[in-house]
Each structure stands twice: as C-alpha cells, then as structure tokens.
C-alpha cells in the first residue's frame, strides 16, 4: 500500500481561525514532510520530520505549526493565517529522506 | 544550493504523438524522481531514477548520472497525460528540490 491520505481536502478560514491539516501513512515510513504549493509553481519544502523528530524547518512563519504524534500521523496546526496563506498544501513520506517520497491528494486551503 | 532545470517549460502534443521530456541539475544527486501532477492537484509518482533507464509502460526515464541529466519519454500521448510533469532531486543531505516543471497539454 502506498497510499498517504490528507484530511481535510478542502479548507475555507478566517484570519482568526485555528484549524489543523492531518496526514496519515501506513507504509512503515519514518520521513514525513509538509510542503505548500502555489498557483503554476512547484511544491516548497515547509517542514521535515525523520524518526518522529522536526529535523527541517524552512523558516516557515509561527503560525504555521507541525506535530508529528506518532510515526504514522503528520499534522499542520494552523492559526492566524494571511490570504497569501492560500495554497495547496500536500504531505508526503518516505522509508528514508533519501528515499523516493510519495504524495498525499493534498488540502487546498483558502483564507479569506 | 542545488540548480535543477527542466524543459520544455510548455508542450502541447497532439494525440499519439511522443515526447521527451529533460531535467538537467547542477551536482551529483542520491535520489531523482519524475512526478505527474494531474488537474486535481494530485502528485504522482512516476519514477524513482537517480541513474539507469526504467520503463512503466508508456513510460521511460533514463538518467545519466554523470553527465547530470534526466530524461523523460512520453510514447502514444493521450490526453489523460495532460498536467504538469516535475524532475525532483535530492543531494546529501538536501531535501527534495523541484525544477520548475513542463506543463504538457495532450489534444485529441
């Protein structure tokens, strides 16, 4: 099985708003990453987690928040957001950081 | 950091037609990989490549690894294959980097 689900798809908030981006992956990895991915540009690396441990974090604002509860769940806690905040946002694993990674559906999140 | 490349940036294929598709970076790498990204915003998998040639069935890739490129053959083009195709490399301990993908377009 080499399927990661993202819940929810689909994100509408409020600059006021807290509301958290799940991941899930049953293939045994330990490298989970977050990434955003912007109108016809590709995806940016936001956050690494390798052993259930932030091991990159690419200077991403504090109101964007990473919890890696166990080596299964990835979640993004968001909080205060900005419009420009508006993006696809997509998670991704891997057996190893060097190893192929593979992709979640992705949430796409508005922020009015 | 890294450098990666990609192009065409655009293509548009009439169905049945074949493609190549190029990714050159800039240093050595310990993972490539080749992604479709479909309509729906989905990011697939395609090929784990950081050197040899692989087939998956309309597909191949080959990268030549000392020569820093990679290479991406689309044969009998359907428009299911319409997105965007993105090269993504790994070196030492740098995360994945992206090239700036080629936006194919598949006409019937």
């Known amino acids: 099985d080499t399927e990661v689900t993202q819940t929810p798809k689909h994100l509408v908030m409020g600059m006021t708003n807290k509301k958290s981006l799940k991941c899930e992956q049953h293939?045994?990895?330990?490298?989970m990453y977050w990434y955003k991915q912007k109108a016809k540009k590709p995806p940016e690396l936001m956050f690494v987690y390798s052993y259930e441990k932030l091991s990159i974090n690419e200077s991403v604002p504090s109101r964007f928040s990473p919890e890696c509860p166990n080596s299964s769940l990835l979640n993004l806690h968001l909080h205060a957001l900005q419009p420009e905040d508006s993006a696809l946002y997509l998670c991704a694993s891997s057996s190893l950081t060097v190893e192929a990674q593979y992709f979640g559906p992705g949430t796409r999140l508005l922020v009015l | 950091g890294i450098q990666v490349e990609q192009s065409p940036p655009d293509l548009i294929l009439q169905e049945g037609a074949n493609s190549t598709l190029r990714c050159n970076f800039s240093d050595s790498v310990n993972n490539l990989q080749w992604f479709h990204q479909n309509p729906w915003g989905q990011l697939i998998n395609l090929f784990y490549?950081?050197?040899g040639t692989k087939q998956n069935g309309r597909l191949s890739a080959t990268t030549v690894a000392t020569e820093r490129y990679s290479l991406l053959y689309i044969s009998s083009s359907q428009t299911t294959d319409s997105g965007v195709y993105f090269c993504a490399v790994v070196t030492g301990n740098t995360p994945l980097v992206f090239g700036k993908g080629t936006r194919l377009s598949v006409i019937a």
């Open positions: 293939m045994g990895h330990r490298a």
């Open positions: 490549i950081p050197s």
